[in-house]
């Protein structure tokens, strides 16, 4: 059942998650319903997508960690407790499914720093309200071409997070437990990655002007 679900998966638009419902169809497909997997699968499919297109760059490999994800999920479900959202377990499963990819070709993502204080992070937050140039750059994701345009030059981790911030408009606290970090972190990392492209903007402006 598991292969013929996943065989059969697109990017296709789905309907939003709602975290009481997932809850009930959780209990339910852990108690044997196949059909309501395929619901959740339904669910869940297209930000699956995002996350894993917001790692990985070739097409091909998005398709098949999603796959490979929807499966690891179908044979693990009994021994998910609930205690954290579905939707959260599954984007885990599905960063965690593109780092093993990215580490068997040999891919080094850049490590992070260790986790800020609230202060630095404030601090962090102070500047990015002075910075008169990132309020533009939520305007610049709005398009998909644009969004690949001033991502190009992030590695693959700030990337990702940039995609589901903005893009796919996930909470400071989802990232966080996704990635098992600090949410003050989340917010730096994010602030960073921002201010990088506002920069990659700014010289675009000056060299077009």
């Known amino acids: 059942m598991a292969t013929a679900t996943v065989a059969a998966l697109k990017p296709a638009a ?22 309501v997997f395929e619901e959740l699968v ?6 699956v997508f995002a996350v894993a297109g917001g790692i990985l760059r070739r097409r091909e490999d998005v398709e098949d960690i999603v796959q490979q994800v929807f499966v690891k999920a179908y044979f693990s479900l009994k021994r998910f407790d609930q205690r954290a959202a579905f939707s959260t377990w599954l984007y885990k499963i599905t960063v965690n499914e593109c780092w093993d990819l990215l580490r068997k070709k040999k891919v080094r993502p850049l490590l992070y720093e260790s986790d800020l204080s609230e202060e630095q992070a404030q601090q962090f937050s102070a500047a990015e309200r002075l910075d008169s140039g990132a309020q533009d750059v939520s305007d610049k994701l709005q398009a998909q071409q644009q969004v690949e345009n001033l991502l190009q030059g992030l590695d693959e981790r700030d990337r990702m997070m940039l995609i589901l911030k903005e893009v796919e408009g996930f909470a400071i606290e989802e990232i966080a437990q996704i990635l098992d970090l600090n949410a003050n972190t989340v917010k730096v990392r994010l602030f960073r990655a921002r201010r990088r492209i506002v920069n990659q903007v700014r010289k675009r402006k000056d060299g077009s002007g």
């Open 14 to 35: 789905a309907k939003a998650p709602g975290v009481s419902d997932d809850r009930e169809l959780v209990r339910r497909a852990q108690a044997g319903d196949k059909e």
């Open 42 to 47: 339904r669910r869940h499919q297209r930000r």
